[in-house]
């Protein structure tokens, strides 16, 4: 009974934990189930959102192939990672070559320090930079540059989105404006480019009429001296001739002759050099110039334009050219300078005469003093006139506006001259001005110009 007893009690325990084994495992059955439900579900979701984000980065790389504008998508290590098709039109490059590759293979490092330097607006956008791409072939290709810089999510590795807008067009739109302008001015110039011409050939025209008629004189005396030397060397001194010729010599007033045509050649050489002088500056100032930045001479473009403007300021002022003889050359777009300079020059010429006119004076002064200020050189051009109204000081750069009479001035002379110096040539266009005094016009350009601005 025992023996049964505690086989019956083993049986009892060993089913009790059979039992017990079965919930546990069923439990864990039920765990697993939930597990793997969990993943599947888990898996699904992590599927779902790869597709979504597959067909967001189609989406997104389709959206970037329809902008229009040049995109390029660059890494904190500068290395390209998303062009478009605008790109790569711009700059003539494979996208396998592209992709991968440094931006330094279109952009100098100078200059894309110069980018991502610049100010930014209150968005963090860098916009409007002018700077040069680098294409197929070393070609520069002129584009307007943004930038924009983004934060990877969960990363503090940065990206930067560069838009360009190509300008070459533009570019070659305002050299042939500029050209036109040029002549314009040369036009508008004309006639008294002809009458400063007109005075030196005159007087080259009447010395060499005066030398033509005077040397068939000098011809005879000669001819009759040379003569006369051969019968004397002959043996024989022919008194008549020697009377002869001594007639010819008192006729034709000799020592007048001797005394006044050196001065005539010297007249007709200094006439000569002043036409010369006159068409040289002519050509400097209607060249069409480079798109590229050049040394320039300030005071030699200074003195050209002084010359072909000559007859619009000598009948009303004196002009003094107070020139730094130890000025550097400047990098410049040298014919834009010049017309900026010849308009400025042109104005204060203008601007003299209407003072004469109200204070009855003579003639007035007008200055061009050039000075070197560190880095900086300054190109002052003052004048005695009438001095600027208040209430017109904050328009004078405005394209068109003027307070000349009709057919006097275009308002367009103040608006250019801004446009180059400040826009064009990084400078600074300040003035000066007392009403009833005169007003004096500040040129600033620097001459690291070439160094920081430009694309190598």
Same mark, same amino acid.
């Given at each position: 009974?025992?023996?049964? $007893?505690? =086989?019956?009690?083993?049986?009892?325990?060993?089913?009790?934990? @059979?039992? %017990?084994?079965?919930?546990?495992? +069923? !439990?864990?059955?039920?765990?697993?189930?939930?597990?793997?439900?969990?993943?599947?579900?888990?898996?699904?979701?992590?599927?779902?959102?790869?597709?979504?984000?597959?067909?967001?980065?189609?989406?997104?790389?389709?959206?970037?192939?329809?902008?229009?504008?040049?995109?390029?998508?660059?890494?904190?290590?500068?290395?390209?990672?998303?062009?478009?098709?605008?790109?790569?039109?711009?700059?003539?490059?494979?996208?396998?070559?592209?992709?991968?590759?440094?931006?330094?293979?279109?952009?100098?490092?100078?200059?894309?320090?110069?980018?991502?330097?610049?100010?930014?607006?209150?968005?963090?956008?860098?916009?409007?930079?002018?700077?040069?791409?680098?294409?197929?072939?070393?070609?520069?290709?002129?584009?307007?540059?943004?930038?924009? $810089?983004? =934060?990877?999510?969960?990363?503090?590795?940065?990206?930067?989105? @560069?838009? %360009?807008?190509?300008?070459?067009? +533009? !570019?070659?739109?305002?050299?042939?404006?500029?050209?036109?302008?040029?002549?314009?001015?040369?036009?508008?110039?004309?006639?008294?480019?002809?009458?400063?011409?007109?005075?030196?050939?005159?007087?080259?025209r009447d010395n060499m009429s005066f030398l033509t008629t005077e040397f068939q004189k000098i011809k005879e005396i000669v001819e009759s001296c040379i003569k006369f030397c051969e019968s004397v060397e002959a043996g024989s001194v022919p008194l008549g001739e020697a009377r002869a010729i001594l007639g010819k010599v008192r006729e034709s007033d000799l020592g007048y002759l001797l005394s006044e045509i050196p001065k005539a050649i010297h007249e007709t050489y200094n006439g000569a050099e002043s036409v010369a002088r006159i068409v040289r500056a002519m050509k400097e100032f209607s060249h069409p110039g480079t798109t590229e930045l050049v040394e320039v001479d300030l005071n030699k473009a200074i003195q050209s334009v002084a010359t072909i403007s000559r007859n619009e300021w000598k009948y009303v002022a004196e002009l003094v050219l107070d020139l730094d003889?130890?000025?550097?050359?400047?990098?410049?777009?040298?014919?834009?300078?010049?017309?900026?300079?010849?308009?400025?020059?042109?104005?204060?010429?203008?601007?003299?005469?209407?003072?004469?006119?109200?204070?009855?004076d003579d003639r007035g002064v007008l200055t061009v003093v050039t000075r070197q200020r560190g880095h900086e050189v300054d190109i002052l051009i003052s004048d005695t006139g009438t001095g600027i109204p208040e209430d017109v000081q904050p328009r004078i750069y405005e394209p068109f506006y003027t307070t000349k009479e009709v057919g006097r001035g275009s308002g367009q002379g103040l608006a250019i001259a801004y446009s180059t110096i400040v826009k064009k040539h990084k400078g600074k266009l300040d003035f000066r001005t007392q009403m009833g005094c005169g007003t004096t016009f500040i040129i600033t350009l620097d001459t690291r110009l070439g160094k920081s601005s430009t694309n190598a």
């Open positions: 009974m025992r023996t049964d $007893v505690v =086989r019956s009690g083993c049986i009892m325990t060993n089913e009790a934990e @059979f039992s %017990a084994l079965q919930r546990k495992l +069923r !439990r864990e059955e039920e765990k697993v189930a939930a597990l793997e439900g969990m993943i599947e579900g888990k898996t699904r979701e992590l599927f779902q959102e790869h597709e979504k984000s597959r067909r967001f980065g189609a989406h997104f790389a389709g959206i970037v192939e329809t902008v229009p504008n040049p995109l390029f998508l660059v890494d904190d290590e500068l290395k390209i990672e998303l062009v478009n098709s605008a790109a790569l039109a711009l700059v003539g490059v494979e996208r396998s070559k592209l992709i991968g590759a440094s931006l330094t293979t279109i952009l100098s490092m100078r200059e894309i320090s110069r980018v991502m330097g610049a100010r930014r607006d209150e968005s963090g956008i860098v916009s409007n930079i002018e700077t040069n791409l680098q294409g197929k072939g070393g070609k520069l290709v002129p584009v307007i540059l943004s930038a924009s $810089v983004m =934060r990877e999510a969960g990363s503090e590795r940065e990206k930067t989105i @560069f838009v %360009a807008f190509d300008v070459s067009e +533009r !570019r070659a739109l305002e050299a042939q404006l500029l050209q036109s302008q040029k002549l314009e001015s040369v036009g508008q110039l004309a006639a008294g480019i002809a009458h400063e011409l007109n005075t030196p050939i005159q007087y080259i003889p130890h000025l550097p050359a400047v990098p410049c777009f040298v014919g834009e300078l010049n017309q900026a300079i010849l308009n400025i020059i042109v104005n204060a010429s203008h601007a003299i005469e209407d003072a004469l006119s109200k204070r009855g």
